[in-house]
C-alpha cells in the first residue's frame, strides 16, 4: 500500500498548508488503504483494510490504543517509530523519509519565510559534475525517484542559471504521482527558458536584479543584490510572499554555496555515488574557515538508504524553528 501512503502524504501536505487558523500542531492521523485521510489533532477510527498511522509532536502524548502506528516526531528531521503495528518495512522507510516535508509550511509561518531544502548527488570527493558541466546522471535510478518525491512535496523548485543551461531540465514531477511545483530560477540577467516552456505550460517564476525582461510565460520578481549575488533570504521572503512556504533547491553549486552561505538553508541532503571525479565542480564552495569549528554543523542528521547508496540528510545547526 505504499501508493496510498504517498497519496496520504500528499494529503496531508495539503492539509498543513491550509492549518493556518487550527493552532498549535499536537498529533495528526493517517488513514490509508481504499481510501484515504487525514486528520489534525484528532483522532481517526481504524478500519477493515486501512492502516492508521498516529504522528505524535509532544514526547508525554500516550501511544495509540486504537491499533494505529506510533510515530514520534523528534526535531525538524527526527522521526521516531514507536510502536510499528501492520507498517511495513517499506512503508516505515517512507514516512521516515518523506513525513517531515509535509510540516515546512507549518516552519515557513513561523519565519514568514519559505523553508529551504537542499539536494545534490555528488561523488565521493563531493563533485557535482565534471570539469565540462556533466552531471548525468551522478547518483542512482531510486535518487531521481527520492527528487521527484521531494518536487512533490515542495511548493516550489530552485535552481541557477548555469545549471538550467547545462542540463536543460524540466523541473516536472514525473517519476511519482503529485502536482509539480512552481518552477523558480534565479538569474542576474535573463537566459533561454526553452526547455521549461516545452516540460510544461506552467508559468516560471523568475528571480534576478533588473528591471522586468517582459518574458511571456515568466512571472518576474525584481530584487537588490549586493555584487550581483541577491540575499537568500531575501528571495525566501519573496518566495513566502508568493504564498510559495517550502522550496526544493536543485544546484548547482553557486546557487546553493549562497544560500548556505547566508545561513538560508533548512536541511541539506547528499547522495552519495560512489565514484571518485578528482577534478569538476564541488558542491559547496563557503569562504575559507580556519578552525574545524567554524564549519557548518548539523542540529540532528541521519543517512537514509536510497537504492544501492546512502544519503545524508542533515538539519542545519542556525536553523531554530522548534
Ligand atoms: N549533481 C547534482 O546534483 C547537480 C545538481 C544541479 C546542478 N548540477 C551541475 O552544476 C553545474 C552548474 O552549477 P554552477 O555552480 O556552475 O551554477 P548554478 O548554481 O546552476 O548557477 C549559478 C548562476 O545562477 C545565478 N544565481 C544563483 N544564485 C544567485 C543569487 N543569489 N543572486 C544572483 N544570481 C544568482 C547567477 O546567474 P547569473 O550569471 O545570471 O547572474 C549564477 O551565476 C552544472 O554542470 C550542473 O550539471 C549538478
Redesign the pocket.
Known sequence: MLQQLWNCLLLLKQRIRVNEQEGDLRFCMLKFGAVNEVAVNETLAKEDGHKLVKISFAKEEPVDKNGAAFLLMDGMIGVEVQQYADLSPAEIHHLKIYLPYCFLPHYARQKKQAIAVS????TLDGK??TVT?D?KW?GNPENLDHAHYMRALCEGIL?????LQ??QPSLTVRRVAGANPKRIV????S?DFTCLFNSCPEKILLIG?TENPQIPNVDYKQLT?NN???K?QN?LSCLFEQGIYSVYI??????TS?FLNDNAIAIVQLHFSPQIFGSG?SSVVLPEIKEVKQSLQFNEFTFEPIGNSYMFVGALKQEEYL
Not at 535552481?159 to 545549471?163: A, E, S, V
Not at 536543485?250 to 546557487?255: D, K, Q, V, Y
Open positions: 539536494h545534490f548527488a555528488q557535482i559534475a558541466g552531471s551522478i535552481i541557477g542559471t548555469r545549471t547545462n542540463d534565479v538569474s542576474s540577467s537566459k536584479v543584490a550581483g549575488h541577491i537568500a528571495i536543485e544546484g548547482g553549486a553557486i546557487t549562497h565542480i
